[in-house]
């Protein structure tokens, strides 16, 4: 991966989902075809690349770029030359070092025939060198060997075909030769906010041809909320970094420091046997203390590409490019709560939205309208939109889509029984009441094997010392699954005056392995506390951490090592918000099954209540006071208001 990115207009991405290109100590990657040693020819060659020696680059930067493009004289693409010829000569110093025994043993056995070496001293000299030129050059073919043949990492992409999206590529082309730089050759898709060059030319990729342009990768959300004119606009610096990747000597120290990032790989691939693994292990620290001693001018040449690409992309679309940058903010903002708010939720209940791309337009829109930083935005969308450069957009979106259920989740690689598309308009029934239900479920599960607990004996004082009153469950187990059941066991007598402040302080749910998970600690539980939220809460997390680990391993996204999820979008959540929650849910069902409220979508917050039309965003106050103080005013206050009855039983899933 390499170019300009399309956010900020230097090279890689700043967000926070963009890990999933294809790795590199140097965020580079090469191009095919060879180049010129370093060596003798270095300063030479740095001459003729920066045009001291008085003639000017050939085409596209370089001797061989190609005919027809620019000269590349960017101050940024001869800084990104003198750099590439310093990761050169990293190679070539370490190709010195292996020919360097060999070079002695040479001089010895010279000397001997010319009778200038004579005598055992100097035979045993010649014997020893030669055995170890013979040891240092083996190493270095299988060092060579290693890095030539090792596969590189490629970002899982949905490729475009030219027929699939033949306006997209007429506009590429026609902005390639605008810049005066070669066209990519091929297109391709990424669920992220990002778009840059990668390089795909590797035979273990299926391109064998030498030489070819890198490939342009695009983010989907662009195509759906960008306009035509701003989509060309953000990619004319990505494109123009087609230019400097031509050059020879910066496509050689591409392929150079990829070939070393995936030999560094090499160690950890599955199925080696032991003495193949002790092999790969000394390859790939040989390749890591190479790959250490050129990562700086690596860095500093991709920096030069960027720079080279945005300086010439400044004749192009400029002014609308400053107005294109701030819809890649905001459209990274949407894009970000519509995946962790809004298709996490149902990707967790094995179902994966299949528009998300659409999706993330509502969720700039619902944005616009809220905040007053993006009012006006959506004004734009009277425009035509880049999607429409595309021949199918709806297969397009499902292809991405649920790509990034198989980069976030590690979902199955196509749809099953427990895997299925879901529209927006039945998201509300199929993610978010059943989420809700599942959730009510588990709860009353925890409560039911708390319930049935033991407990600890109380002292002839009344209770323990430095205990409030211990909450007395409503119901025993296997009573009616009500919210009144839960509203009970979670009451302290005496309001938040009833809580302890002792974290330490022993508590009879714990002393059960069954309930909770010896291997995890709750950091919800080191505050200020009621014993019973703690003992639920525990016991929760317990519940959610063994189902977590019953679910199977799911398939391997191609391109990368090991089962998904590559880049799992959920953060870590302490016991006390895994209850809020769970009550939440409760409270939900609740208010659905007794009353005319329904489970709905926000776009930017995700599952939400619906009370007479209304989005309900006062409940999660109330039910925090439950949890966290033990009080139940607020909450059955609510209760009262909007007519939910608590004592009725829910259905649960």
């Not at 310093?86 to 292996?98: D, F, M, T, Y």
């Not at 590429?172 to 030319?201: K, N, Q």
């Not at 590409?305 to 192009?316: F, L, N, P």
């Not at 809004?342 to 969720?363: I, K, N």
Request: charged share 20%.
């Amino acid at each position: 991966m390499y170019g300009v990115s399309g956010s900020n207009g230097s090279n890689g991405s700043n967000s926070s989902h963009s890990a999933h290109r294809g790795n590199s100590a140097s965020g580079t990657s090469g191009e095919s075809g060879e180049s010129r040693e370093s060596g003798a020819s270095d300063a030479n060659a740095s001459k003729r690349a920066s045009g001291t020696d008085g003639t000017r680059p050939g085409p596209g930067g370089g001797p061989g770029s190609g005919p027809g493009y620019a000269d590349g004289d960017e101050l940024g693409a001869r800084a990104a030359r003198a750099r590439a010829l310093a990761v050169l000569r990293v190679r070539g110093r370490a190709l010195g070092l292996a020919v360097l025994p060999a070079a002695v043993a040479a001089v010895l056995y010279a000397g001997g025939v010319t009778g200038h070496f004579t005598g055992p001293g100097w035979d045993t000299a010649r014997w020893v060198t030669t055995a170890l030129a013979v040891l240092v050059l083996l190493v270095a073919t299988a060092v060579a060997l290693v890095v030539a043949r090792s596969r590189p990492a490629v970002t899982p992409t949905v490729e475009l075909s030219e027929s699939a999206a033949p306006d997209l590529y007429r506009l590429v082309r026609d902005l390639a030769d605008r810049l005066e730089v070669p066209p990519p050759s091929a297109i391709a898709l990424t669920p992220d906010c990002d778009s840059w060059l990668e390089d795909r030319s590797h035979r273990a990729h299926g391109h064998r041809r030498a030489g070819a342009a890198p490939v342009l990768v695009i983010g989907s959300p662009f195509l759906w909320w960008m306009r035509v004119g701003e989509l060309r606009a953000v990619l004319a610096p990505v494109v123009a970094g087609t230019g400097p990747a031509a050059h020879p000597d910066i496509a050689a120290a591409r392929r150079f420091v990829r070939g070393l990032d995936a030999a560094v790989a090499v160690p950890r691939t599955p199925g080696l046997d032991p003495v193949r693994r002790l092999g790969a292990l000394g390859v790939g620290r040989l390749a890591r203390t190479l790959l250490l001693g050129c990562r700086g001018h690596a860095a500093e040449m991709e920096r030069g590409v960027a720079a080279a690409g945005s300086e010439r992309a400044q004749a192009v679309d400029y002014g609308v490019r400053i107005v294109a940058q701030e819809q890649v903010g905001l459209a990274y903002a949407g894009w970000d709560r519509l995946l962790t708010r809004v298709a996490l939720p149902a990707w967790r209940m094995g179902r994966w939205p299949a528009r998300l791309d659409a999706g993330v337009v509502s969720a700039l829109t619902e944005l616009s309208r809220r905040d007053r930083l993006a009012a006006g935005f959506t004004s734009r969308l009277g425009e035509r939109p880049a999607c429409d450069l595309l021949e199918e957009p709806g297969a397009v979106d499902e292809a991405t889509s649920l790509l990034a259920a198989r980069l976030f989740h590690g979902a199955p690689a196509g749809p099953g029984a427990e895997w299925a598309p879901v529209e927006w308009g039945a998201y509300a029934e199929e993610v978010v009441d059943r989420t809700w239900r599942a959730d009510a479920a588990r709860l009353h599960q925890v409560l039911d094997r708390v319930a049935a607990a033991p407990a600890t004996p109380v002292p002839a004082g009344g209770r323990r010392p430095g205990l409030a009153a211990a909450p007395v469950p409503a119901a025993g187990p296997d009573a009616p699954p009500t919210l009144a059941r839960i509203i009970a066991h979670l009451t302290v007598p005496g309001g938040a005056d009833g809580r302890h402040q002792d974290p330490d302080l022993e508590n009879p749910a714990f002393e059960d392995p069954d309930l909770v998970d010896p291997d995890l600690e709750d950091p919800g539980t080191t505050a200020t506390t009621t014993p019973a939220a703690d003992a639920l809460a525990a016991a929760l997390t317990a519940q959610a951490a063994r189902e977590e680990r019953g679910r199977p391993v799911t398939q391997a996204v191609e391109g990368f090592d090991g089962p998904g999820p590559l880049f799992p979008l959920q953060p870590p959540r302490s016991g006390r918000d895994l209850l809020a929650d769970h009550v939440t849910a409760m409270v939900c069902c609740a208010a659905v099954d007794t009353t005319d409220a329904a489970p709905g979508l926000d776009w930017l917050d995700g599952p939400a209540l619906f009370v007479r039309g209304e989005r309900c965003t006062d409940l999660a106050t109330t039910v925090l006071a439950l949890v966290e103080d033990g009080d139940p005013e607020p909450l059955r206050t609510w209760l009262t208001r909007t007519g939910v009855r608590a004592e009725k039983p829910v259905r649960l899933v």
